[in-house]
């Protein structure tokens, strides 16, 4: 079974910055983009940043400036290095991959908390 695993979560207070990672086990060669999702209490969840085989990235405005999304192809990891945080960035952040067959996979989130 495929898997997408994240981990660098944690508690961090305002201004602050934290580094997720994630990794998979899907083949590189099937994988054509990869992204962070993420989903606070109460609300749907929302796309973070995205980042294609070629390195394009795409990011949420209100992330704009403050995350960056990078991707590592040999060893099929994805980062989001998160700087500046709020207290509106809290929640829990999810990988997905999506394959050239259309096939999206979700690793099982892990929570980023901001607070003093």
């Known amino acids: 079974q495929e898997q997408v695993v994240e981990s660098g979560g944690g508690l961090v207070q305002p201004g602050g910055s934290l580094r997720l990672s994630c990794t998979t086990s899907?083949?590189?060669?099937?994988?054509?983009?990869l992204g962070w999702y993420r989903q606070a209490p109460g609300k749907q969840r929302e796309l973070v940043a995205t980042?294609?085989?070629?390195?394009?990235?795409n990011y949420a405005d209100s992330v704009k400036g403050r995350f960056t999304i990078s991707r590592d192809n040999p060893k099929i990891a994805v980062y989001l290095q998160m700087n500046s945080l709020k207290y509106e960035d809290t929640a829990v952040y999810y990988c997905?991959?999506?394959?050239?067959?259309?096939?999206?996979?979700w690793g099982q989130g892990t929570q980023v908390t901001v607070s003093s």
């Open positions: 997905q991959v999506k394959t050239y067959a259309n096939q999206v996979y």
């Open positions: 899907l083949s590189s060669f099937n994988i054509y983009n």
């Open positions: 980042i294609t085989i070629g390195g394009s990235a």
